[in-house]
């Protein structure tokens, strides 16, 4: 599968100084689902920030679909193939109905009316929101704005989305669905993520950042029962994975 986005030695301060990237190299393939783990802070929000250009106006360590990231014009090409999904939904439903936050996207593309209303019931269909075109989104419970806001990027269509902790704030039943939506997308994906279950059940690949490096880069199950490489990272080891090990041993203990 061809790479889809490269990053080259990558270093990043905010203007008040503060390190939030170190040294990051990292190579996404076509179709991939990766999930970024890492304590609070560790950088995940900033690097997703960073490949689109948004904290950098030229983020020339960043190739995107083949397109190295030096010039302007390059990143505005790319920011039509490569969709963000923010952590808070509110920040990406600003419209007054669900049906002009959804249609937003495929207007600035340049679509006629009436392909842009079809992406629009597509994009509604695809995360169960059939119907929604005229309700208020700020009026929607948590799980209808994240599901909208997914929409405004299906919208698009991008090849490549990238997503801020999609599964934060939501019930069991909401994570559930949201997971299940995600795996249905059929673009490379880049998670942010504390929810280990979605990591389990869709990523390919775990990328581990803390403090602003990349400390690990493996098999989610690998990585997700290595205990000491998770407590040295500032995170814990999931609890029915722990569960889990601890049968297997007691199990092999047995027929020992
Ligand atoms: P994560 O998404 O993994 O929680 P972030 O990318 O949000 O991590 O943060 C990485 C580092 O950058 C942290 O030290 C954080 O405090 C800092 N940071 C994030 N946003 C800003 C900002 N706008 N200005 C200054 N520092 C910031």
Same mark, same amino acid.
């Given at each position: 599968m ?5 990053? /080259?030695?990558?270093t ?24 970024f783990? #890492?304590?609070n ?12 250009? +948004?904290?950098?106006k ?6 995107? +679909? ?7 014009e390059?990143v ?5 193939r490569?969709?963000l999904? &923010?952590q808070?939904? =509110? ?6 109905? %669900? &049906?002009d936050?959804?249609? &937003?996207?495929?207007?600035n593309? #340049? ?14 269909a695809?995360?169960?929101?059939e119907?929604? =075109?005229?309700? %208020? ?6 799980? =209808? ?8 990027i299906?919208?698009m269509?991008p090849e490549?989305?990238?997503?801020d ?5 939501? /019930?069991?039943? *909401?994570k ?10 059929? *673009? ?11 990591v389990?059940?869709?990523a390919?690949?775990?990328? +581990? ?8 880069? *493996?098999?989610?199950?690998?990585i +997700?029962? /290595? =205990?000491?490489?998770l407590q ?8 029915v994975?722990?569960?889990f090990?601890?049968?297997k ?6 027929? #020992?």
């Amino acid at each position: 599968m061809a790479e889809v986005l490269r990053i /080259d030695g990558l270093t990043f301060a905010y203007s008040n100084g503060t390190a939030a990237l170190a040294d990051v190299n990292l190579s996404v393939r076509e179709g991939e689902t990766v999930a970024f783990i #890492g304590a609070n802070g560790a950088g995940k929000t900033t690097l997703f920030l960073y490949i689109l250009g +948004l904290l950098r106006k030229i983020p020339r360590e960043v190739t995107v +679909l083949g397109e190295a990231l030096t010039s302007v014009e390059a990143v505005e090409a790319v920011r039509s193939r490569v969709g963000l999904v &923010f952590q808070n939904p =509110e920040d990406q439903l600003f419209c007054t109905t %669900v &049906f002009d936050d959804v249609a &937003f996207g495929p207007i600035n593309l #340049g679509f006629d009316a009436e392909t842009v209303k079809g992406r629009v019931t597509q994009a509604l269909a695809a995360v169960g929101l059939e119907g929604f =075109e005229r309700r %208020v989104p700020h009026h929607l419970s948590t799980g =209808e704005q994240r599901r909208a806001a997914l929409a405004t990027i299906y919208a698009m269509r991008p090849e490549i989305m990238l997503l801020d902790e999609p599964t934060s704030n939501l /019930d069991p039943r *909401g994570k559930k669905e949201v997971t299940q939506l995600l795996k249905e997308f059929p *673009g490379t994906k880049l998670i942010a993520t504390h929810d280990y279950e979605l990591v389990l059940t869709i990523a390919d690949r775990v990328v +581990l950042l803390h403090q602003g490096r990349i400390r690990a880069n *493996g098999s989610p199950e690998k990585i +997700l029962t /290595d =205990e000491a490489l998770l407590q040295a990272n500032d995170l814990e080891m999931p609890m029915v994975l722990r569960y889990f090990l601890a049968l297997k041993n007691r199990a092999a203990a047995g027929n #020992g």
